[in-house]
């Protein structure tokens, strides 16, 4: 017996086939971007969690940055900084906001990325959902977290315990912070590909490090070296991050300067993240 079918009364016969529901673009949009913070929320935490139970990262991220600051301060009370408008305390304590960004976001990533690399992490990560952009960015996002805390609290110690007081230039400091992290994150990404494990990152990691240790004004103040020298340690990459903090919190540089440094901190940014696109290494070197 073969049925029937029952027409719609209200429907119009002259009509073609009925669409579908209509989708609110607008609302669409809205779910994917919170679906995008959502999964950036669940990496961090996981990045999170992985860096917690690691011992040894959490003492490198939290003491060995102290312990630098305070090896800074008594190497400075040797050096004198008559005329650069420094004090012993402003040069080793935004010095070590520096060793901060250097310590917990740059060597700490390295090696996290090259970690998730060679278990297979971000391979199976990239079968997802989750954007190549959102990988790397969830993975920074504890570290990059970690060093602005840290540096808050050296702000706070030198404004109560020695006399800095509060920043000068706010936007700058924040300014520098900011580019820091991501030119350091970027940095941290290229240096990964060239390193093939968790252990030799603490040497692929040494060269960034000791030369803005040296010459980016960490350590020893661009203010004191011969001008030839600290004309060329002015194109190192974390000197415009160095210049941008310390004018921020201390004060001291003018338009020009300040000019300068925001387009080196930018231009290596810039350059960093090219090298992130063009070499970032997914697959585990084996």
Known sequence: MTGTTTADPT?????GPTAGPTVDTAGRDAERRTTAMGRLRALGSAELTILARNRTAVFVALLVPVAMVLAMKTTLDRIDLGGTGLTVAGAALSGGIGMVLMQVVYMNLVAAYVARREDLVLK???TGE???REILAG???PSAALALVQTVLVVLAGAMFFG???PQRPELLV???LLGVVLLSALAAVTSAVTR?????QITT?????VSMIGSGLFVPLEILPDRVATVCELLPVTGVMTLVRAGWLGGADGYDLLEAGLNALAWTVLAVFAVQRWFRWDPRR
């Open 11 to 15: 429907a119009d016969p002259t009509a």
């Open 124 to 126: 199976r990560l990239r």
């Open 130 to 132: 989750v954007t190549d």
């Open 139 to 141: 993975t920074a996002l």
């Open 164 to 166: 800095l007081g509060a």
């Open 175 to 177: 300014a520098g912070l």
């Open 197 to 201: 494990t968790v252990q030799t990152s």
């Open 206 to 210: 040494l060269p960034l490090f000791l």
